[in-house]
């Protein structure tokens, strides 16, 4: 007798780029995973600054930022995907699953993605989401091709932390995200195989 398994989803999950991918731009990444179906996935790399800066980016596209502490917050290359595209990780405004803005994504977990330019023009008069991560880009996989990473050893995968997102030094969410799986960074061999 066949038995039906529900297919694995790694929405509101960390990928964790394992030592053997050489694959740029996602060596030593952590991708937070907005999206993930029987499609494939969506996920922004949450461990990769620019060296665009907050204000720069608002400058760029001629509103003010009225947040004194997002102004030196770096823009994150988000992936290899529509890099001149901006997207707006954060906190869910509202209860439930609507959402303050145009163009926005709920994510299971409390978080939203927005790629609407509403959510830039509320953190310019000092109001929107209290916490943001904002890239350009994205990473996507189609149908089976992230699966098809993860079994080959490409990714570890644990549930997500917002506050490796929000709150934890850049520099230190790799090894923040790896000890949510109770490992580190000399634990991990860079040979990729089974066992």
């Keep these: 007798m066949a038995m039906d398994f529900d297919p694995i989803n790694f929405t509101h999950h960390f990928l964790i780029a394992m030592p053997g991918l050489d694959d740029e731009p996602f060596v030593g990444s952590v991708i937070y995973m907005c999206e993930h179906s029987e499609r494939g996935a969506l996920g922004l790399v949450i461990n990769k600054p620019s060296d665009i800066s907050l204000k720069s980016l608002f400058d760029k596209v001629e509103l ?3 947040r004194d502490d997002l102004s030196e917050a770096p823009v994150y290359k988000g992936g290899p995907v ?4 901006g ?3 954060h906190e869910s405004m509202l209860p439930g699953n609507e959402s303050v803005y145009a163009s926005t994504m709920s994510i299971p977990g409390g978080l939203e993605m927005t790629t609407s330019k509403d959510v830039l023009e509320a953190l310019s008069t000092g109001a929107g989401p209290r916490r943001v991560f904002v890239s350009l880009g994205y990473s996507a996989w189609g149908e089976g091709q992230l699966e098809s990473e993860i079994s080959d050893n490409s990714w570890l995968t644990v549930a ?10 850049v520099e230190q969410r790799y090894d923040k995200a790896l000890l949510l ?3 580190q960074r000399w634990m991990l061999s860079p040979e990729a195989g089974h066992s």
């Design 64 to 66: 003010p930022l009225r």
């Design 87 to 89: 997207f707006v990780l």
């Design 181 to 183: 799986l109770g490992l």
């Design 82 to 85: 529509q890099t001149e595209r």
């Design 160 to 169: 997500a932390d917002p506050a490796v997102i929000f709150d934890t030094p």
